[in-house]
T-cell receptor
Framework: QKEVEQDPGPLSVPEGAIVSLNCTYS??????FMWYRQYSRKGPELLMY????GNKEDGRFTAQVDKSSKYISLFIRDSQPSDSATYLC?????????????FGRGTQLTVWP | DTGVSQDPRHKITKRGQNVTFRCDPI?????LYWYRQTLGQGPEFLTY????????KSRLLSDRFSAERPKGSFSTLEIQRTEQGDSAMYLC????????????FGPGTRLLVL
């Protein structure tokens, strides 16, 4: 079993829809949680960074962390065709000062006009 | 500064050949990471530098792989005697350090071993 599980999709939604992406993890030491967006043949781009449990909102994006369930989510409101990309969750444990990230396999999202 | 840069962006090589990739991190970032990403998978950690010191190596990094960061600035990743299984995207990331752990990724080097 991988430490971070993420449904690869693909997920296809119409423009304007609310998108929900999520990951589960097994390592209870994970404390820092990130969402990256990766366009085809490009490097990952950081979208959201959260620490421990709770919600964080940035524009159309909301990240949620539920450490008791070992479950994290990313919500995209008013989705746009430009949001079409692969979304990667990533996390790091609190004990590591080295910053090594553990990634999910990514969810491929297509937003059609 | 425009971010992390990697060179080359694409590399096609024959099995058994050696290849070397370069990564230039964001200036003043003292931490540098290498990851490997295969098709349909998330990036997997390979190795990490703090300044010029290589502090951690994944078990994915076989003896054929070597990484250096000689002056604590740019880094190179060399793969000797390439195998078809080495075909992947090799990603470099950098971060400022303990004050800011956010990792910023470069565009990657896509390697194809024939």
């Amino acid at each position: 079993q991988k430490e971070v599980e993420q449904d690869p999709g693909p997920l296809s939604v119409p423009e304007g829809a609310i998108v929900s992406l999520n990951c589960t993890y097994s390592n209870s030491a994970f404390q820092y949680f990130m969402w990256y967006r990766q366009y085809s043949r490009k490097g990952p781009e950081l979208l959201m960074y959260t620490y421990s449990s709770g919600n964080k909102e940035d524009g159309r994006f909301t990240a949620q962390v539920d450490k008791s369930s070992k479950y994290i989510s990313l919500f995209i409101r008013d989705s746009q065709p430009s949001d079409s990309a692969t979304y990667l969750c990533a996390m790091r444990d609190r004990g590591s000062t080295l910053g090594r990230l553990y990634f999910g396999r990514g969810t491929q999202l297509t937003v059609w006009p | 500064d425009t971010g992390v840069s990697q060179d080359p962006r694409h590399k096609i090589t024959k099995r058994g050949q050696n290849v070397t990739f370069r990564c230039d991190p964001i200036s003043e970032h003292n931490r540098l990471y290498w990851y490997r990403q295969t098709l349909g998978q998330g990036p997997e950690f390979l190795t990490y530098f703090q300044n010029e010191a290589q502090l951690e190596k994944s078990r994915l990094l076989s003896d054929r792989f070597s990484a250096e960061r000689p002056k604590g600035s740019f880094s190179t990743l060399e793969i000797q005697r390439t195998e078809q299984g080495d075909s992947a995207m090799y990603l470099c990331a950098s971060s400022l350090g303990p004050a800011q752990e956010t990792q910023y990724f470069g565009p990657g080097t896509r390697l194809l071993v024939l």
